[in-house]
């Protein structure tokens, strides 16, 4: 079964700074990726999909920006980082060689930004 | 827009009473799925339905789709502890395809 792995775990950030977290995926091939923040105590808000290589959906628009490299990697990134993007951000995939819908999530990385 | 409303958003029991969480789609869905994420931790998936009507259980857990296949419930007979978390449910959308969360149910339980 597919195991998804990010990093870090935890981030304390100042306004203003970069952000690059990471997302690798093991165990199938070609899978949908996603990104979601949860803040905290609420739901998970999608971020960005992707199907594909280099191909991106955005779902809301925001500071933020995903980027997919490889067929196993997705990067989230931030040019200069708000208050407002402090939360709980987690990678998850589906699809892949089993074609299923269920989502698989990452650990995930709690964001601070102060 | 899409919604899926999910009710309540927080539930507090006693240990060992029931516990019910509901979710609503206002168009058909093909499939719900059912997620529970402990306090710190991830969603883990925990079941799909997908025929109308359809109820499956996972030992005190009782999942169900609605006829209409647009709406969903778990029911969780005697609480215990081990249940804390928040329950999601996420519904597909017949028409779009996409995967739509919604927004949680916190159970907290009281030993």
């Known amino acids: 079964s597919q195991t998804i792995h990010q990093w870090p775990a935890t981030l304390v950030q100042p306004v203003g700074s970069p952000l690059s977290l990471e997302c690798t995926v093991e165990?199938?091939?070609?899978?949908?990726l996603y990104w979601y923040r949860q803040a905290a105590g609420r739901g998970l808000q999608l971020l960005f999909y992707?199907?594909?290589?280099?191909?991106i959906s955005s779902e809301v628009p925001q500071n933020l920006s995903a980027s997919r490299p490889q067929d196993r990697q997705f990067i989230l990134s931030s040019k200069k980082l708000l208050l407002s993007d402090s939360g709980f951000y987690l990678c998850?995939?589906?699809?892949?060689?089993?074609?299923?819908?269920?989502?698989?999530f990452g650990p995930g990385t709690r964001l601070t930004v102060l | 827009g899409q919604q899926v409303m999910q009710i309540p958003q927080y539930q507090h029991v006693q240990e060992g009473e029931d516990f019910t969480t509901y979710c609503n789609s206002s168009t058909t869905l093909s499939n719900i799925q059912w997620y529970k994420q402990r306090p710190g931790g991830h969603p883990v998936f925990l079941i799909q339905l997908v025929k109308s009507g359809e109820v499956k259980k996972q030992k005190r857990l009782t999942f169900q789709f609605g006829e209409a296949k647009k709406n969903s419930s778990l029911h969780i007979t005697a609480t215990q502890t081990t249940d804390v978390g928040t329950y999601f449910c996420a519904g597909k959308r017949s028409n779009t395809g996409k995967l739509i969360f919604g927004q949680g149910t916190t159970l907290q339980v009281k030993p």
């Open positions: 998850a995939c589906s699809g892949g060689a089993r074609n299923t819908d269920t989502q698989y």
């Open positions: 992707s199907v594909g290589i280099g191909q």
């Open positions: 165990g199938t091939s070609n899978p949908n």
